[in-house]
Each structure stands twice: as structure tokens, then as C-alpha cells.
């Protein structure tokens, strides 16, 4: 198990879609899923669970059920594109490349973790709010988070999916996942076909990060 | 910048709620928020924004709208603890004894962080489900996660919070957040009155990761 700096890992953390099939040993996948235990929850809660999927005909069956929210995605993603510049354009449809090709071979992958939560387990404090709610997410995807970056450290290729839920009632049949419990990351893991990990594309701090008011840059 | 191992960070990255208002240089305050910024969301979309508030008066606003929130939660959470066992009862009573001093401190936090989304810029999948949505999240909280591994490597004492998304209008108006955006994190860090960071209290692996099928051990 080598070391890595956490800034290093979180730097070189991206989504990498394309993994060869060989099997993950048991030990690593064990360190991954523990780092995913150490994540923050809402009250210590730790309303989630995850299910590492090896299951050949699982996996398969959840490769047919990404198959359609796929389709859909990525067709209005290509729409979208087409009005957009030169430079959007190839470095768009290198990753719609990657997903297509993703959305191919998900059931290769040697393992697919999927993340359940328990809304009955959490506070959520934006429920009543007459916007969209997302607080739930903040006591499962800090652990998810922390699940990528142990494989960034494990040598691992990995991305977050979230378009199966799409098709949860299919997935939890599939899954023999209760009633009370819900669906909301998917991630496909396996060593990487090509580079892996490696610089990330992302907007600068300076369009991100406000200090004291919205829209005030950070100094 | 220490050089620090991305288990470790992870392993020991808890929520410290008792923080000195002595301020945080820059330079650490950049990198935090910088790695925030290199989380992963939807479609590269980065729909979240972050806004560093460290100016008194606003914060102190943002400490008069926690208490109302935080009375009504610790306080349901007290019956729940009057009837748990005594080893349950006296480590989440340290917890909330550690709450409710951040309660009546969180405007002396040298700065508190506050993420804010856009959902018009989300693919919220679980959106038509019959049971609340968390999907928002996944393009949100991996980046808050990434803060707070930061946080750790930095010597930062963070917790992550939600409580304030109750009084989310009032909060929105005292850092200017436009009409189309909501909050979703609140992260008040500062450098710890105790050890700080350290040991985690979490279930056992055995009790979080199934194999194959739900309730299944992960070999």
C-alpha cells in the first residue's frame, strides 16, 4: 500500500471510465470500501450502506439498465454540444467517448459498488425548503468521495454514477435492496485501461470561491 | 505544507467542534478551498459555489440563525439519548456538549464556509422517485469532503453542517446569494482549542459493505 500525499490524491482524482476486467484482490477493495466508512454523516448516523457487485450476471443486468438513462443523457448532452465552441467540443466529446465506451463494458468492470441511504436514518434539514433538496447527499457522498480517493491511492480507475437511479426499482430488485432503503451512487471500479488518474479540468478558484459576498473574489 | 498520507487524512478526520477565532493565513484558506474545487460533479458542471465568510458581523448573523435550528434538533436529540444505554448516552452526550459549545461560538470560527448549488445546472436523477431526492448532493459534497481532508492536512479543526439550510432565506440575504442558488454545506473551521482532529467513532466494516447481494458479508 503506497503512500500518497492527500493533496496529490485529491489533485490527480478524475473520473476514469475505461478499466480493464482483471479482479480487484480482496484486501484492496476492503481498504477502499473501510476509507468509505470513515466519512462524516449527519448526527454520526452513518445512514448508508454500499454493495460490492463481482456477480457477472449482476453486473451484466445492471449494464442493461444503465443502457437507456444513458441514451437519453447522452443525446441531449450531443445536442447541447453541437451549439458549443471548437475547444468545448473535442475535450466534451473525448468524455462522451469514455462514457459511451463506460456505458458498454460497465458490466466488465470487476467490481461495482453501489450506494444505499436510508432517508428514515437522516435530518433533512432543507426538506421543507421550495427548492430541490440535496442534504441528504451530505450524509453519503463525503463517504463516496472518500471511497475515490482510496483508489486513486490503490491504483484503481473509478467514476461516480448516479444515472442508475434512474431505474432503482429494477436495481433493488437486482440487489435485494428493502423498501425503506434508496440508491444514489454507482461506481464502477477496476485498474485502468490507459493512464488512469492524472490533471484534472476544472474552473479556476477565482470563479469558484467567494469571500464574504456573492461574487466578491477571494483575495 | 506537510506531506500527508491520503489514508491517514481520511482515517482521522473528524468533526472538531471547539476552534480558536485565531485567523487562518491565505495562503491555507486558498488551498482548502482549492481543494474543494477538485471534486467531482455531474458532467463536470462544478454547479456549487463556495463563499468564505470571515467578516464578524455576518458571522455572527449566521451564529443568531444556527441556535434556533440547533434548540429544536439537540433537543429531539436528547429524548432519543434519555433512553439509550449508558455508554451510547455519555459518548454522544460529549458530542452534543461539543455541539453546543460550536452553537454558541460559531461567529468566533475565524471562517466559516459556505457552499452554495445551482439545480438548474443538475441532473438530479432520483428526481421522480417516490422518496426524497439526494442525488443533488453527488455534485456537491465530494467537493466539501475534499475541504475537509484539507482542513486536516492544514492543522484545521471543520465540521460539516446543514443546519442553517432551515433559515436559508435569512442566510441568503445576509451573503447576497441570488434567487436561482441555495446553500448546502456550512463549514466553520478554524485551528483547534484541543487535539483536534484524531481517532473516528465509526461501525465496523462488516456492518456497511455486503457482497453481491443486500446483508451478505464483504468477504
Not at 473525448?94 to 450506494?115: K, N, S, T
Not at 444505499?116 to 468521495?145: E, H, K
Not at 435485494?176 to 434508496?182: L, Q, S
Not at 440508491?183 to 479556476?204: D, K, S, W
Request: glycine share 8%; charged share 20%; with cysteine.
Amino acid at each position: 500500500m503506497a503512500y500518497l500525499d492527500v493533496y496529490e490524491a485529491m489533485r490527480t482524482t478524475r473520473a476514469v471510465r475505461r478499466l480493464r476486467p482483471d479482479p480487484i484482490p480482496d484486501d484492496v477493495l476492503r481498504r477502499v470500501v473501510e476509507a468509505a466508512t470513515w466519512g462524516p454523516t449527519g448526527g454520526n448516523r452513518q445512514p448508508w450502506r454500499v454493495i460490492a457487485v463481482r456477480d457477472v450476471a449482476k453486473k451484466r443486468r445492471l449494464q442493461e439498465l444503465y443502457e437507456g438513462p444513458w441514451r437519453a443523457y447522452s443525446a441531449g448532452y450531443r445536442d447541447v454540444l453541437a451549439a458549443a465552441t471548437d475547444e468545448v467540443r473535442a475535450r466534451d466529446g473525448r468524455m462522451l467517448a469514455a462514457a459511451d465506451y463506460l456505458a458498454a463494458h460497465l458490466g466488465e468492470a470487476p467490481v461495482i459498488l453501489v450506494f444505499c441511504f436510508n432517508a428514515g436514518l437522516m435530518a433533512i434539514t432543507d426538506a421543507a425548503l421550495d427548492r430541490p433538496s440535496v442534504v441528504g447527499g451530505a450524509s453519503v457522498y463525503p463517504s463516496v468521495q472518500n471511497a475515490l480517493l482510496a483508489c486513486r491511492a490503490e491504483g484503481l480507475g473509478c467514476t461516480l454514477t448516479t444515472l442508475l437511479c434512474v431505474n432503482e426499482p429494477e436495481v433493488k430488485e437486482v440487489l435485494a435492496i428493502p423498501a425503506e432503503w434508496g440508491t444514489c451512487a454507482f461506481v464502477p471500479i477496476g485498474y485502468p485501461v490507459g493512464r488512469g488518474h492524472g490533471p484534472l479540468n476544472r474552473r479556476q478558484l477565482e470563479t469558484m470561491a467567494y469571500a464574504d459576498t456573492w461574487g466578491a473574489p477571494l483575495s
